[in-house]
T-cell receptor, first 116, second 110 residues
């Protein structure tokens, strides 16, 4: 099956620093990737849709200048949390559509961000 | 945006018992999918059922879909300790995005 690799798995940083999270599709090309945020014991909240070679599409209420998304190639999307603050602490997960019919989502293993 | 509502929120069962969880949604869909998430990990796709299907099986999993009631159920038969996880339904409409339900946390006691 399709494999999505996400790094790092855990980040602890000081308030005010920027953090970059990478999401790679290892054995397939992903023209579209999705970035989610998840709080403890809650569902996934879609933050943005990352489109290869064009601007990301952000969901309502998600600050595009705060969460920078770059999808420079068919296998790599990055999410940069700029000037992180404690309230940005969360579990961030990326995914991409893949499989025979492109209907299923394949997920990275997630990144736990803790901002001190 | 979150479309699905799942119940129960949490379920605790004995190994060997069956686990059933339900998902309701609001808008028309192309398909409905179930995913599993182990604590602190990404989600894993379990099964997909299309809007013109009523029931689907995959190993110990059985999924039903009732589009008239806008609801789906996931049954895990003969549960094992390794089935302990959170389970999410996700609806696929026409906007290329999946909307996830709130999830059901299943604990299987040995």
């Amino acid at each position: 099956g399709a494999v999505v690799s996400q790094h790092p798995s855990r980040v602890i940083c000081k308030s005010g620093t920027s953090v970059k999270i990478e999401c790679r599709s290892l054995d397939f090309q992903a023209t579209t990737m999705f970035w989610y945020r998840q709080f403890p014991k809650q569902s996934l909240m879609l933050m943005a849709t990352s489109n290869e070679g064009s601007k990301a599409t952000y969901e309502q209420g998600v600050e595009k200048d705060k969460f920078l998304i770059n999808h420079a190639s068919l296998t790599l999307s990055t999410l940069t949390v700029t000037s992180a603050h404690p309230e940005d602490s969360s579990f961030y997960i990326c995914s991409a559509r893949g499989g025979q019919s492109n209907e299923k989502l394949f997920f990275g293993s997630g990144t736990q961000l803790s901002v001190l | 945006s979150q479309q699905g509502e799942e119940d129960p929120q949490a379920l605790s069962i004995q190994e060997g018992e069956n686990a059933t969880m339900n998902c309701s949604y609001k808008t028309s869909i192309n398909n409905l999918q179930w995913y599993r998430q182990n604590s602190g990990r990404g989600l894993v796709h379990l099964i997909l059922i299309r809007s013109n299907e009523r029931e689907k099986h995959s190993g110990r999993l059985r999924v039903t879909l009732d589009t008239s009631k806008k609801s789906s159920s996931l049954l895990i038969t003969a549960s094992r300790a390794a089935d302990t996880a959170s389970y999410f339904c996700a609806t696929d409409s026409n906007d290329y995005k999946l909307s996830f339900g709130a999830g059901t946390t299943v604990t299987v006691r040995a």
